[in-house]
């Protein structure tokens, strides 16, 4: 018996062996750990104990001032139970808007929490947000990063998503509250592959689709008039709902039993301990005709009570609330807020306010967001001055232009720009490095999206190209494929709108690019091909030479060496024109490229080593990062095998800080290749594991290539020609 811990004097003698008549296999007294029990173990025994597993526990905190909902309660009991081989109990919650559909369900989950052991998963699909909804895509990812699967790992197809989270969820026992949900089709792809998890939905729909997939609907009614002074006698005290019970009545019928209602007006009045509740029914029933509004079971039934708070702002908190529901985006950081007519000390005054009046939220340090329904409020208060509110709009993508551009600036300072901001000469400040100014555009990535689309749509075009420059490392580095293929399709949209054939040249380069990664070369020689005429036809040599660079590897992807390196000759004859030191390396990397191609592999070294030794001069890790993988292959090529690996290793330390998988999957790709031609095939296949997942990660086709190459490497056929070699 080998027990975790155990110690022995030494190790067992072969020779001894046959003196042993007989062996004792028993366990006695306390184990900790793991324990072996065998007839006899010769040699040692290792532990190899897999990481534990994050058990997601994402539901919001229940809340406090729940009340009734007996009868909805017993029907989600009931309905949990009713499930199918294989199916998962779905359940959709109707009702409109501040009904509290969300609040049942986080009750609910709450108290039968010790059902799910798998854990607990929230997702807000934003179906009310005032831009658009999430996608089933999104959504995918989020719920495999919440079980556990790295970023890295999460795969970029939609269909691939779902593969992978039935096989996770298969036989798990999981309930996910999917809130805010707009469509059946944003909910098919979320359901488990057990009939141990529950679904619970929230919409202001009715989803009748999900009849489809066996759902059952529970829909909500506002709460009774008992239950509604419940919820105030909860918020306010006993006490002081007892001292005017026929107000506390009257607040009850105006907020028609709607929890969000009751639960503005009973914070409102609580951080007013000196306000009466028959003043404050009164202010409900002002000139403005706010009571036949709250008086409907509708969403204006909120309004009323969201226009009392909004009365009693102040004047800086008032503004903010009104003009930020213009911003692009789901939230926004306080210093967006700044950006907008107030500098940040005022921004912060002024939304802490907002904060303590339940107006927004503070979800993340520094980071805010509107509640649905608020930010609808907030939106039709900002009606009243649309001039105003367009503004603020503008603004609030021009902040996002402008840190952008830091952003760039920071991760390639050396590559030539188009845009205005690039020739002001400003330092980036709010960045210390690259990798941060990657997360920003990761975690502003959806802000920046919309504020493209909207400034689009506003005929903001110069706007809207620049926005598409500056995002370019962001997509260089991070790849999001169909993201950087649409915004680019709208950049060059809004380039020909505003007549400015140089930005749109450069845009179709920058969209070109995108497709050469995934090896559309057709659809790459078709964008650039008009961005180079339309570069020629301006005379500006750096867009000239960048088109034909894009034409050349488009060239070189349909195998046509002579002409991609033709095209490649001309392109770095311009950048030299220009004296542009790094336009010069990455040319002379990719005119090597060429070479090794075409078997001339010393004069393909040769331009790969002038190349490096140029970006190591401009400083340039990344840059010089892209020639060394290529240099490996090319050091490969020749049979200078240490000298490849040890530029795949420094190419690869580079590339790991960068945080781009597809970087990185070239350079590991490259070391299985070393390691396979070395007959090392267990080298080879971790190797090639790391590629395919890190290709997957950012969408890039090549991973089904990598996925053949391992199913050849772990043939029963493959395994016997490596015996025998």
Sequence with gaps: MVGAGAHREGHDNPADRTSHHRTKNTVSGVVHGATVQAGAIYGDVHFHPHPPRTVPHELPPPPVTFVGREDELAALDSRASMTTSGRCALIALGGVGGVGKTALGVSWLHRRSDRFHDGLLYVDLGATDAHRPMSASEALGRCLRSLSVPSEQVPAELSERTSLYRSLTAGRSLALLLDNVVSAAQVRPLLPASETSVVLVTSRLRLVGLALDGATFVDLQPLSNEDSNHLLAMLLGRDRVEAEPVAARQLSELCSGFPLALGVVGARLLAHPQWSLVEFAASLRDQRNRLSALSLADDVSVQAVLD???RDLGSRAAQVYCQLSACPGEDFPVELVGAVHLDVVEAKAALTELVEANLVQEHQPNRYRYHDLLRAHADGLGMEDEQSRQETKRQAIGWYLDRAV???????????????????????THFNSAESALDWYEQERAN???AVHEAYEHGWDELVWQLCEALWSFFLYRKHYPDWMAIHEIGIAAAQRCEHPLAESRLRCQLGFGHLDLEEYDLATEVCEPALVLAEAAGHRESISTALSQLAKAERGRGDLDAALSYFKRSLALVEETGNLRGIAIRLRRIGSILLDQRRIAEGIDHMQRSATLLEVL?????RARTLTYLGKAYASADRVWEARAALHEALAVMRDSGSPSYQADIVYALAALAENDTDITTALKHLREAE??????GHPRHDEIHERIARLTSPQQATQDESA
């Design 308 to 310: 009392a708070c909004y």
């Design 406 to 428: 830091e952003a760039d600036l920071t991760v390639n300072p050396q590559r030539w720009r188009l845009g205005p901001l690039y020739a002001s000469g400003k330092q980036p």
């Design 448 to 450: 920046l999206l919309l």
């Design 619 to 623: 400083e340039d890790r990344r840059g």
């Design 693 to 698: 997942a890190l290709y997957r990660a950012s």
